[in-house]
């Protein structure tokens, strides 16, 4: 297994015609921000996806064996969520720690605790061999990954975005989530890989292996992010705050609008686990092969890398709103397509549209959605505040594929349910952006959050 794509200096470098902000100029350690949250946010989703392909795949077979195909489908499904249900707890324990003592021991923190979760699961016996056991360490093991990656996607973001230029925060800040696909596409390459071992040998010790090679994952990102400083911004809040109150009693007491806001806003992430899991699942019931929707994975994902960049260019230069909006309602449009070319079994639509709804539409939402929710808080609770609020959002994509399995219908016409649901909540995600997010393009890092700050 490889560490991830590697980013080209140049690519960091955005257009120089990009209209420039006030205030904060970036710390001179922007780049290399951008490539340790790159980085990092590959090898921790990495870790996190290569799960979701194994219960499409496999963990109804070795962990909910012996009872009817699509209830343990069903109730593989279900795990993914658990690691979602964790999430808002363990994000407010990650975000107090990640304001109080830093972003950077916060993220070495859940990129160790992913690692280990991950590996461990590459060691469980099924079933037939420790009984009700091996689903429980399952579920265990699933929400530790859930806790670590509570505190992933906005800790990297946060730290990318306080270390870079006021005017290039979007650009800078799409790496994260744009780490967030390569990982994906490393997961559906590893697991590509593995499945095309005889049936006995992948169910036996092969779908292990992709969990086995976390380890190498842990020792790469642990020495990237140790290299990294604390941005300016950070230590410059730390230093000058003087209420010693506690980070999410801020947060919930003068910030409980932009929670609910960033709940409904957050919606659009349903689509990664529709089509990164569901799908993959649901496909089988029209004869096409795991290989060929792992490959479709693949060829947007990396499709994915090169374009999400630009979409925080682009939003440096118009605004979010724009780009945030038109990106979902494609998404919205896209779902129907897809799914509706896979129940007609056409391998070039599939392609097609998977890279309308996911390289597309998902390409102009995905790099932005983590930087536009940590710059609706200010720098002394952005962790806390942007990991909370997230966190309980994400908590319906969590179960989205559950929900998917459970509302999809027989016959060739069943997915529409499930295209609904997901054009659905990409719809209130663009809804709630038009009408209550605010524009930040304009807006100086410092000034992000607070109440005084609106857009010039």
Known sequence: ??????????????????????????????????????IGSTLEYYDFFI?????????????????????????????????????????SVIGHFGDRIGRRQMLVLTLVMMGVATFLIGCLPPTAAIGAAAPLLLVLLRALQGASAA?????????????????????????????????????????????????AELLSWG??????????????????????????VFESAKESESSKELPLKVVLRDHWTTIIKVIFFGLWSVVSSIFAAFALAYSGKFGIPAALMLTVTIVTAALGIVVQPYAGI???RIGRKPVFIAGNIICAASAFAFFWSISAGSIALIFVT?????????????????????EMFETRIRYTGAATASQLGLIVT??????????????????????????????VSAAVTAIWVKETYKVPTEALGKKTSSPS
């Open 1 to 38: 297994m490889t560490a991830g794509p590697t980013v080209p200096p140049t690519a960091l470098t955005p257009s120089a015609d990009i209209a420039p902000s006030t205030t904060h100029a970036g710390t001179g350690h922007a780049r290399r921000a951008a490539v340790a949250s790159f």
């Open 51 to 91: 799960y979701g392909s194994a219960s499409a795949l496999i963990f109804n077979k070795i962990f909910f064996p012996g009872i009817d195909p699509a209830l343990g489908t069903l109730l593989s499904m279900a795990t993914i969520g658990i690691g979602y249900f964790v999430r808002p707890l363990a994000a």
């Open 151 to 199: 505190g992933e996607s906005v800790g990297a973001v946060t730290m990318t975005l306080e270390h870079a230029p006021s005017n290039k925060r979007a650009f800078y800040g799409s790496w994260v989530n744009t780490g967030a696909v390569a990982g994906i596409m490393l997961a559906s390459l590893a697991f590509l890989a593995v499945s095309l071992l005889p049936q």
């Open 207 to 232: 779908w292990r292996l992709p969990f086995l090679a976390s380890i190498i994952v842990v020792a790469v990102g642990l020495y990237i992010r140790l290299r990294l400083p604390e941005s300016e």
């Open 314 to 316: 682009l939003a440096d």
């Open 354 to 374: 998977a890279i309308m709804f996911m390289t597309v539409g998902y390409g102009l939402v995905n790099p932005l959605g983590p930087s536009m929710t940590a």
């Open 398 to 427: 969590g179960f989205a594929p559950t929900i998917a399995a459970a509302i999809v219908q027989p016959g060739p016409n069943g997915w529409v349910p499930v295209a609904a649901f997901t054009a659905g909540c990409c719809l």
